[in-house]
């Protein structure tokens, strides 16, 4: 397990970096604009969130671990920016109804279950005009079953362990003492995983068009994690269904209904 998945406030300062270099420059790129009244599904300790803060945007965030919004509210607090975080499933909440003009995604998609569900559900918590900005990694892609977050410094740095089949990979998983809560949760991304392909089908049998994709053959935020200089994927790789997959760090969409 890496430093970041144990020091959080550690990752929210990651996590904010990444946002205030790459993600505000590509969402006003492509959009011309950043909306003022932001939404983050799944928003953990809130890192994403602190710099549309630091520039005026009325942000909100939703998680459903207790500790996570606790640690948002705190270290927002320690930044002395401006934030409402709320302990809720995002669905269960009735008083946002067509509220956001920008709602974040970011390495969720990967968890949910019912992704056809999920995206047409959201489009109650958009503004007219409303845009949509999902991150996730492609499956296939080297550590694309989150296997970085396994207590073993082995199983947290073994490539394409997760494209095993489930029988072998939790056998292997037993094997190098990996605690039962991060197998449940290594298995669960495996069963809700979310491929380039598995991601558009989702997109094609709800409202919405894509404003823009972009996929990364380095993501932004290894910058931060790892000192490496962002990198797009190939244009004619990144055309090319399942190969792209095994090259896609990161995904990015916009989309809007």
């Not at 072998?168 to 069963?191: A, P, R």
Request: glycine share 6%; charged share 20%.
């Amino acid at each position: 397990m890496q430093k970041r998945h144990i020091n959080r406030e550690f990752y929210f300062d990651e996590q904010a970096r990444t946002t205030r270099k790459y993600y505000i420059p590509y969402i006003r790129r492509h959009t011309g604009i950043i909306p003022n009244k932001i939404l983050e599904v799944g928003c953990g300790e809130g890192g994403n969130l602190l710099p549309f803060a630091e520039i005026g945007c009325n942000v909100y965030g939703v998680d459903l671990s207790a500790t996570r919004i606790e640690q948002a509210r705190l270290f927002f607090a320690q930044k002395k920016q401006k934030g409402t975080f709320i302990l809720a499933n995002i669905f269960d909440l009735e008083d946002f109804n067509h509220c956001f003009s920008l709602i974040i995604v970011h390495d969720v998609i990967e968890h949910i279950d019912d992704k056809i569900l999920f995206l047409s559900n959201l489009q109650k918590f958009l503004a007219p005009n409303g845009i949509i900005f999902i991150a996730f990694p492609a499956w296939q892609m080297p550590f694309g079953g989150h296997q970085q977050i396994a207590q073993s410094k082995v199983i947290s740095h073994l490539p394409f362990i997760h494209l095993l089949p489930v029988i072998l990979y939790k056998m292997i998983l037993n094997m190098f003492g990996e605690k039962e809560n991060n197998i449940i949760e290594l298995l669960s991304i495996k069963k809700t995983k979310c491929s380039i392909e598995k991601f558009l089908k989702s997109i094609n049998e709800t409202d919405y068009k894509i404003i823009n994709q972009q996929l990364y053959f380095i993501n932004p935020h290894y910058e931060t994690k790892y000192g490496l200089t962002p990198r797009t994927l190939n244009n004619l790789i990144a055309h090319i269904p399942l190969l792209r997959n095994f090259v896609s760090t990161s995904c990015f969409y916009l989309i809007k209904k």
